[in-house]
């Protein structure tokens, strides 16, 4: 998507050298614009655990290029010790951020590959070149993907067009699952992106998504540089809307979406579709299938909820108007100094509140038989995770804390 007219992806391997990595910081925008280098496993999981990089499908990406990375620094003497510092790495980096299936993904990815690789009878130095060749591979696909999710989503927003003869069509969204929140087009966002490409009239409510503002502070930024007709809407404001005729249907992102279809989103996205179906809207979810978790089949109770810190709750950031700090990056405290705050970052969306998923493959009702149906090769894997879940439940709702 584009940056000041100028097309570019959120995360990229440096050209002349491919020992760094550029990402886009995302903890500065939308006030400031900066690329920043990742060179070590230590610089990708900081970069991953402080959010610089963010939402499900970059979070992927930029482990799988964390693994290369830790690839390059693995010693080189001994074929084992360099599988274990990357099996090490791997740990690493899933502790940094719980609920985006799309980081334990791309780490088994990566060590999938390089130890049938390995067993293949390829060195060191043809693994790292694996390595590097998967990472490129995941930041591809994970585009690759987001475009088809636009291509399937737009005849959604086309069929609602005719419904409002040519009227400007309202979409909803939650939290940042845009461009920046995977390579390049977004899920939530693809699919407006591609009509609004396609000339069809829209526009585009943007909840602010406390604590961390992922929606007015990224989704209106970036929508903002694709010319993307929005307004940012405190996050309670959804249900008046939808009572009001005001929104056409919601689309979401995915952290981690179960077989059988309940959506794990940004907190506060359960609340937008009991709205949605208390008022009739089609409330949607995109994601790529890297988001699906095929071992999950009760996601409202088996999704690890991350719990994050609670300066997010108590602090607000923002540029200062006025006063000594004009112009500058501020944190301030809005609440009583002694309150206590919790800052839940997830929520689940149960599948009777979807009225689809929008995936790379096509549009499917969330329901475990639908998403298999597009999926019919994960079926084995499903029925495998199904007969070990059998004989170890161990239930209730999963709070990981990175605090
Ligand atoms: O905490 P974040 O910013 O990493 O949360 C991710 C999100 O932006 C969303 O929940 C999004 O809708 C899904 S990620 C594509």
Request: proline share 4%.
């Amino acid at each position: 998507m584009n940056v000041n007219g100028k097309p570019m992806r959120t995360i990229w391997l440096d050209a002349h050298n491919p020992g760094v990595v550029h990402i886009i910081d995302q903890q500065q925008l939308p006030h400031v614009f900066e690329v920043m280098q990742l060179r070590t496993l230590a610089d990708v999981a900081t970069a991953i655990k402080d959010m610089h990089v963010r939402g499900a499908g970059l979070i992927g990406a930029t482990a799988g290029y964390g693994m290369y990375l830790a690839a390059l620094d693995a010693p080189k003497t001994n074929i084992d010790a360099f599988l274990a510092s990357l099996e090490q790495a791997a740990s690493t980096l899933q502790a940094t951020r719980p609920t985006a299936v799309n980081l334990a993904w791309a780490c088994s990815r990566q060590l999938t590959n390089i130890r049938s690789q390995m067993a293949a009878g390829l060195d060191v130095e043809a693994l790292i070149q694996v390595a590097k060749i998967t990472a490129q591979t995941i930041a591809d696909e994970d585009a690759n993907f987001c475009k088809r999710i636009g291509e399937h989503g737009l005849p959604i927003i086309h069929k609602l067009l005719q419904q409002k003869s040519g009227d400007t069509i309202n979409i909803l969204t939650h939290c940042n699952a845009g461009w920046l929140a995977f390579v390049d087009y977004g899920s939530a966002t693809a699919p407006i992106y591609a009509a609004f490409n396609a000339g069809i009239p829209l526009h585009v409510w943007v909840d602010e998504t406390r604590p961390r503002n992922q929606g007015a502070s990224l989704t209106a930024w970036e929508l903002g540089q694709h010319g993307v007709p929005h307004t940012i809407i405190a996050d309670n404001v959804g249900g008046h809307l939808m009572q009001h005729g005001l929104v056409d249907m919601v689309i979401v992102g995915s952290d981690r979406t179960s077989y059988t279809g309940d959506v794990g989103n940004k907190i506060g996205t359960y609340l937008k579709a009991l709205a949605a179906k208390d008022n009739n809207v089609p409330f949607y979810a995109a994601l790529p299938s890297s988001t699906f978790d095929w071992a999950l089949e009760d996601g409202v109770h088996g999704t690890p909820i991350e719990e994050r810190a609670a300066d997010e709750v108590t602090h607000i950031s923002g540029v200062a108007e006025s006063g000594p700090a004009a112009g500058q990056v501020t944190k301030v405290r809005i609440t009583p100094e002694t309150s206590p705050a919790k800052n839940y970052g997830f929520d689940v969306t149960p599948r009777r509140l979807v009225t689809g998923l929008i995936t790379e493959r096509g549009v499917c009702a969330a329901n475990a038989e639908s998403v298999l149906a597009l999926y019919p090769e994960k079926r084995t894997l499903v029925e495998q995770h199904k007969a070990v879940h059998t004989n170890s439940k161990d239930g209730g709702k999963r709070v990981v804390s990175t605090s």
